[in-house]
T-cell receptor, first 107, second 113 residues
Framework: RKEVEQDPGPFNVPEGATVAFNCTYSNSASQSFFWYRQDCRKEPKLLMSVYSSGNEDGRFTAQLNRASQYISLLIRDSKLSDSATYLCVVNADDMRFGAGTRLTVKP | DVKVTQSSRYLVKRTGEKVFLECVQDMDHENMFWYRQDPGLGLRLIYFSYDVKMKEKGDIPEGYSVSREKKERFSLILESASTNQTSMYLC????????????FGEGSWLTVV
């Protein structure tokens, strides 16, 4: 079993849609959690950290469920520019990356 | 602004060649990492370093070595390149401690023929 698992997608949604990604992790000792965004042939960049109480940044909402060991990312009112691969990252002794979920937002 | 620089963006090397990938960060970060990224496999950690002259193996160190002689520089070395090392290589750095953001370089696309 992989330490961090994500649905690879692809998710194809129309502009304005709401889309949610989940990510599960196996190490219960994990302490910090992140979502990164990666555009095609570019490096990953931090989208947002994920806090225990959940947090929001504009159209993006991240949630953490420690009991079930998953984190989620919700994107509201999707824009064409949201098209990218979203990586979840889990930190215990080291940083573990999911393989990414591909999102395509279409006009 | 934070900066991780990978000097070689696109390389084509022959099987058996020695390959050097260089990475420099200007944030005075203690931690530096080398990953490779392949379709469907995500990022896999090759080596990392928590301090100068210190290195630790990641998940897939075979066929690679690293060097960290200065804090800002972390080099990945392929002693004898093979075709299965064709990949995108990402260097990253972070401050010491848990939960700090990892910053990536732009990536080095290596093709071994």
């Amino acid at each position: 079993r992989k330490e961090v698992e994500q649905d690879p997608g692809p998710f194809n949604v129309p502009e304005g849609a709401t889309v949610a990604f989940n990510c599960t992790y196996s190490n219960s000792a994990s302490q910090s959690f992140f979502w990164y965004r990666q555009d095609c042939r570019k490096e990953p960049k931090l989208l947002m950290s994920v806090y225990s109480s959940g947090n929001e940044d504009g159209r993006f909402t991240a949630q953490l469920n420690r009991a079930s060991q998953y984190i989620s990312l919700l994107i509201r009112d999707s824009k064409l520019s949201d098209s990218a691969t979203y990586l979840c990252v889990v930190n215990a002794d080291d940083m573990r990356f999911g393989a990414g979920t591909r999102l395509t937002v279409k006009p | 602004d934070v900066k991780v620089t990978q000097s070689s963006r696109y390389l084509v090397k022959r099987t058996g060649e020695k390959v050097f990938l260089e990475c420099v960060q200007d944030m005075d970060h203690e931690n530096m990492f080398w990953y490779r990224q392949d379709p469907g496999l995500g990022l896999r950690l090759i080596y990392f370093s928590y301090d100068v002259k210190m290195k630790e193996k990641g998940d897939i160190p075979e066929g690679y070595s690293v060097s960290r002689e200065k804090k800002e520089r972390f080099s990945l070395i392929l002693e004898s390149a093979s075709t299965n090392q064709t990949s995108m290589y990402l260097c990253a750095s972070s401050a010491s401690g848990t939960g700090n953001t990892i910053y990536f370089g732009e990536g080095s696309w290596l093709t071994v023929v």
